[in-house]
């Protein structure tokens, strides 16, 4: 089965500037998240879909992070304005019926 | 407050030598607990979980509830293991996902 697509893989900005991540899941996967992984740290949940809906955001800034999830299949992550400090791997990981969450690949982000 | 504690950053072991990944959780109700792993240049991926009770890759670990731990261990250690590993607890019914800052083992040869 095809695994987690995640683009672009490495994206340089200016701080300020804004920048959309994708994911495209497993096919069938109900639950999409998306984590920020920092230099030398564990990931840290952002936002959990269950289809198209929000399960919970409780550590997403809102001030400038959003993401959706049209259709209950795609995701876009969006930071509007970034700072030096979201620089971080950005992984979107999926799961099915069964416990076990497949990971992208991951956007690597550099704000300068 | 929900919290999973990976206590050593960095965990060296020579090759052959018994290993021992450790994580305390501090989670309401019965979370399932997981163990993932990172090779080099590799996606995060599922090692095992604690329900499955299974070894993979000669890795095991048990639950202990009374001392709320998940330690990882593996009797002999091979180079091929040296990786970034994460203990994971999924709330329960919720299927949140959430990682411990993770232990990187090295393995010396």
């Known amino acids: 089965e095809a695994g987690v697509a995640q683009s672009p893989r490495y994206k340089i900005i200016e701080k300020r500037q804004s920048v959309a991540f994708w994911c495209n899941p497993i096919?069938?996967?109900?639950?999409l998240y998306w984590y920020q992984q920092i230099l030398g740290q564990g990931p840290k949940l952002l936002i959990q879909f269950q289809n198209n809906g929000v399960v919970d955001d409780s550590q997403l800034p809102k001030d400038r992070f959003s993401a959706e999830r049209l259709k209950g299949v795609d995701s876009t992550l969006k930071i509007q304005p970034a700072k030096l400090e979201d620089s971080a791997v950005y992984l979107c990981?999926?799961?099915?019926?069964?416990?076990?969450?497949?990971f992208g690949q991951g956007t690597r982000l550099t704000v300068v | 407050a929900q919290r999973v504690t990976q206590p050593e950053k960095l965990l060296s072991v020579f090759k052959g030598a018994p290993v021992e990944l450790k994580c305390n959780y501090s989670?309401?109700?019965?979370?399932?607990l997981f163990w993932y792993v990172q090779y080099s240049r590799q996606r995060l991926q599922l090692l095992l979980r604690h329900i499955s009770r299974e070894s993979i890759k000669g890795f095991t670990a048990d639950l202990n509830k009374g001392e709320t731990s998940f330690h990882l261990k593996k009797p002999f250690a091979q180079e091929e293991d040296s990786a970034m590993y994460y203990c994971?607890?999924?709330?329960?019914?919720?299927?949140?996902?959430?990682f411990g800052k993770g232990t990187k083992l090295s393995v010396i040869p």
């Open positions: 096919s069938g996967h109900a639950t």
């Open positions: 989670y309401s109700g019965s979370p399932e």
């Open positions: 990981a999926s799961k099915g019926r069964f416990p076990e969450a497949f």
């Open positions: 994971a607890p999924d709330r329960a019914g919720s299927y949140q996902l959430t």
